[in-house]
């Protein structure tokens, strides 16, 4: 079985890292980014076109998103149990920290409290950088605990 | 979950690496457990007993 990078020795050239294995948790984010941007600019530029079709476009980039989370379950899978728990931890912060974001921008929003760039909500874009973001955080401090 | 990983591996000169490669674990799991911050599953405590040859109760104690 291929090694996964474990959190404790993913510096570059280390006997452990595997670019490749690198490469294939995050290709699909990158693909999700270039879609999203994509999405966005074509919108922009035809805004005749129909709602069914625009509305389509603009939930293209869940496809690579999903596909990027089903990266991220096989590398948890693969990762032993101190590290799948590591994970875990973190996904939990993000996804809690999300929603409270989330409810925390509606509620500013409903108040007539500008939000800068998240008039609405926090839109697909918002959200992925919501949990990167949390997840960030979420994994160093569970890092921090069983260090 | 007090433990004598450390002791028993002390006993065998291994590392905390050595230790992580014959029960495929990361050396992060290994340290977390002999510092008693991370209670093994019980699969990992089977396969620790199963190790240095001893009945689980005595290398964990509650």
């Given at each position: 079985?291929?090694?996964?990078?474990?959190?404790?020795?993913?510096?570059?050239?280390?006997?452990?890292?595997?670019?490749?294995?690198?490469?294939?948790?995050?290709?699909?984010?990158?693909?999700?980014v270039?879609?999203?941007?994509?999405?966005?600019w074509l919108?922009?530029?035809?805004?005749?076109?129909?709602?069914?079709?625009?509305?389509?476009?603009?939930?293209?980039p869940?496809?690579?998103?999903?596909?990027?989370?089903?990266?991220?379950?096989?590398?948890?899978?693969?990762?032993?149990?101190?590290?799948?728990?590591?994970?875990?931890?973190?996904?939990?912060?993000?996804?809690?920290?999300?929603?409270?974001v989330?409810?925390?921008?509606?509620?500013?929003?409903?108040h007539?409290?500008?939000?800068?760039?998240?008039?609405?909500?926090?839109?697909?874009?918002?959200?992925?950088?919501?949990?990167?973001?949390?997840?960030?955080?979420?994994?160093?401090?569970?890092?921090?605990?069983?260090? | 979950?007090?433990?004598?990983?450390?002791?028993?591996?002390?006993?065998?000169?291994?590392s905390?690496?050595?230790?992580?490669?014959?029960?495929?674990?990361?050396r992060?799991?290994?340290?977390?457990?002999?510092t008693?911050?991370?209670?093994?599953?019980?699969?990992l405590?089977?396969?620790?007993?199963?190790?240095?040859?001893?009945?689980?109760?005595?290398?964990?104690?509650?």
């Amino acid at each position: 079985m291929e090694k996964p990078n474990m959190m404790e020795s993913v510096e570059p050239c280390s006997d452990q890292y595997s670019f490749k294995t690198d490469l294939r948790l995050n290709a699909w984010l990158a693909v999700a980014v270039v879609v999203y941007l994509a999405t966005l600019w074509l919108n922009s530029r035809h805004p005749d076109w129909s709602p069914l079709v625009r509305g389509l476009i603009a939930l293209t980039p869940l496809v690579p998103g999903l596909l990027y989370i089903r990266s991220w379950v096989r590398f948890i899978r693969e990762c032993d149990e101190l590290q799948r728990r590591i994970q875990s931890e973190a996904f939990l912060f993000a996804s809690i920290g999300t929603v409270i974001v989330g409810a925390a921008i509606g509620a500013l929003n409903t108040h007539g409290v500008p939000t800068a760039m998240f008039t609405h909500s926090l839109g697909i874009g918002g959200s992925f950088m919501s949990m990167l973001c949390l997840w960030s955080v979420g994994w160093a401090l569970a890092k921090c605990r069983y260090k | 979950m007090k433990n004598k990983l450390r002791e028993l591996r002390a006993t065998r000169e291994w590392s905390q690496g050595d230790l992580a490669d014959r029960l495929s674990v990361s050396r992060q799991t290994i340290n977390a457990i002999e510092t008693e911050k991370y209670d093994p599953s019980l699969p990992l405590a089977l396969k620790i007993a199963r190790l240095f040859k001893l009945p689980v109760e005595e290398i964990f104690e509650a």
